[in-house]
């Protein structure tokens, strides 16, 4: 029997193959937070190609599985980092953050997190930009915990104007 020390779920690389489950999960988690319309990720087209997409230079993109009823490794979740789009070279963001809802709450947000910024610092980043909407206060909760400091306006192009809520973090620092 695992103690409470064991983890529950796995990080590991986005594969190809995770393609259709995570654009599933994104499209499943924004709208139950109000984010499904113009200037959300919900509708970027690398939502259907996240392997792809994030196969970029500097990039770096995780799934997070566990293992269902019967022994199956299922993503439940997943997120990532990539150049800020129209920012400066050392700015990175992080970028689609989502779990259903059956990963939530067993410290899956902070591992991958921590994933996340470590591979930002070994793609030489020295801040992390992060765009959210009001009403996710797990998530808000989660990024200040890790460091991130509220900032007044966004940054970069990123096409999210449905977002209202930025943080950054310097990565200086762990």
Not at 66 to 90: F, H, M, Q, W, Y
């Amino acid at each position: 029997m695992p103690n409470s020390a064991t983890p529950t779920f796995l990080i590991r690389p986005i594969e190809a193959r995770d393609d259709a489950a995570i654009a599933a999960i994104i499209r499943s988690v924004m709208p139950e937070f109000g984010a499904s319309g113009c200037g959300f990720a919900i509708n970027d087209p690398e939502v259907d190609w996240m392997h792809r997409a994030y196969a970029e230079p500097r990039s770096a993109y995780f799934v997070i599985e566990r293992n269902d009823a019967s022994g199956n490794a299922v993503v439940e979740g997943g997120g990532g980092i990539a150049p800020l789009s129209g920012g400066d070279a050392d700015t990175c963001e992080l970028r689609k953050m989502y779990f259903l809802p059956s990963l939530r709450g067993l410290g899956a947000g902070a591992a991958l997190m921590a994933r996340c910024l470590d591979a930002a610092r070994a793609s030489g980043f020295q801040r992390c930009y992060l765009e959210t909407l009001t009403g996710m206060d797990a998530a808000m909760r989660l990024y200040e915990r890790s460091g991130f400091r509220r900032i007044d306006a966004p940054m970069g192009a990123t096409g999210h104007g449905g977002c209202n809520t930025f943080y950054l973090r310097e990565l200086a620092a762990s």
